[in-house]
């Protein structure tokens, strides 16, 4: 049986993007776009860090075998495929400007005073921080950090579709952070809130104290969060018995839970909580179920160990029972979208 395994991630009347595995892990990315009868072209990036030059050439003949493959189903006539050898650099990502009126948020005719004029809505957007992308998602909407220095951090705020909704900018001194939110389209009250919580989220809540946050609109401040120790964690008196009482009895899974929070059909999303942790998911699971070996990938704030992995993993291949009968499950461990490992679950190992 062949090491390598190509899996389609997205397809279209014209082209398909395909995950490119060996062993079961994620080595790199097939892009294909064609016209049938005329011209096949395309590209193929392989992960340096992922495979031995040995490995490389194994993966470069299934690739090939399946392009030719490829190529004489649609008779090509011409067919070209750029192929790559090395470390991931960035992510381009792409919007149409029309979407901005599309979404439900408020549009304006003002031009905008603070670094904005240079926006082009007409033009795709490149985001030059992709390489540092830490990404947070809640409520429909993704917190991107995209500049690190020392005590100073740039996120950008997304929504499903990717538009680019605000900026903010946070000075971090010793246990206190404060900063602004800039929204390039006037916000909703609970679009401020869940920015807010995004925020915090990022920051590890036994190291800060106080949050003060200023959302900003077309130049004036339009509300000001602020947040103190007392309100990130539980009062200390109430949580003590409930403490004292998990130490005497504690069963690693009861820390864990998986909640489904999205169904898109064929996608389900899941948030994972750790009690010990808080109110706020310590990853997101996205699952595609369109067959009946399962494909996904869990997105984790903290890489935790091996053992809490696969425990978490359990729990949400419990939940999967309840929505679909499945024969395997192939899950990519992540990392602040870095890999962590891949794993490959039969069904025979829960049921």
Known sequence: MSSVMIRPDLKTAGGEVCDVLYNNRFAGTLTIVYREAARLAGSLQLEREMLSDTEKEEVFRAVHDYVQAFSDSIDARECEIMATYSSFDHVITAQPAAEFEERGWTSTDEDFDYDTDWIDHDANLEDEGAEYREDYSMGGL??????EDEDLLEYHIYDEAENWLAEAFLHIEEADVTGSVHWLL???EEALDTVADLLVLDFDEDEIDTF????MYDNEVIETIE????QLLPDSEEAAPVLAELDEEFDPSSDYSVV??????DVLTYEIYQQSHGGLPIG??????????????????????????ELIATLLMEELDKEKDYEAINLSMMHRNRLIEEVLF?????H
């Open 142 to 147: 993704e917190l991107v950090l995209v500049s």
């Open 186 to 188: 006037e916000p909703e």
């Open 212 to 215: 003060v946050i200023h959302m």
């Open 227 to 230: 947040l103190t120790h007392e």
């Open 260 to 265: 489904l929070a999205r169904d898109d059909g």
């Open 284 to 309: 997101w699971a996205t699952v595609d179920i369109s067959q009946r070996q399962l494909t996904g990938f869990i997105d984790f704030r903290e890489p935790g160990s091996e053992g809490d992995r």
């Open 346 to 350: 039969e069904t025979e190992q829960v």
